[in-house]
């Protein structure tokens, strides 16, 4: 990642989501969730790989003591990514919380598999609320690529910070 490329802080993130509608609140803990789900998978096969090294005696003692170190150092960086992302999942299920909505996602702690394969907490969390808080306008439950585009783009114009774009 660039030094240009930082992530957003905790603080950025949850002032960036006050005014999004609650369907987005949700879709964005689904992609939050789908890319937590990728980085476990990721972390399980890249230790796989470094203990295959460990345990390949065809390889001198010194080689296989570390496993593979750039796979280690991969595993550990996605740890602080997946730390982050639940964060922001947390940060997610409060807004929800403080609009006086129900947070109706399953824990993605709780990692349970499906017989497919699939993280259950990472399947559940797609269904959009089709509830809304008191006092807020009625929202459909799912937005069209071009009803999507529209609130984008008012929001943009809406806005002049010096920080071109949304980066959630």
């Known amino acids: 990642m660039s030094a240009e490329a930082r992530p957003i802080s905790a603080s950025e993130f949850a002032q960036t989501i006050e005014d999004l509608p609650v369907e987005n609140l949700y879709s964005k803990a689904f992609e939050i969730n789908n890319s937590i789900a990728h980085l476990r998978h990721s972390n399980k096969s ?32 996605n740890e602080v990514v997946i730390e ?21 996602e399953a824990d993605p702690n709780s990692k349970q598999e499906t017989p497919n394969g699939n993280d259950e907490a990472s399947t559940e969390i ?31 114009a809406e806005g002049t910070d010096e920080d071109e774009g949304m980066h959630l």
């Open 46 to 77: 890249l230790q796989e790989y470094s203990d295959s090294i460990r345990n390949d005696t065809t390889l001198d003692p010194n080689t296989r003591a570390d496993g593979d170190k750039d796979c280690l150092d991969a595993i550990k960086e």
């Open 84 to 104: 982050r992302q639940l964060e922001r999942i947390g940060l997610l299920k409060a807004e929800v919380e403080r609009r006086g909505g129900k947070w109706h």
């Open 126 to 156: 797609g269904q959009a609320s089709s509830s809304t808080t008191a006092g807020s306008a009625q929202t459909p439950a799912r937005w069209t690529d071009d009803e999507l585009r529209r609130q984008l783009e008012a929001r943009m």
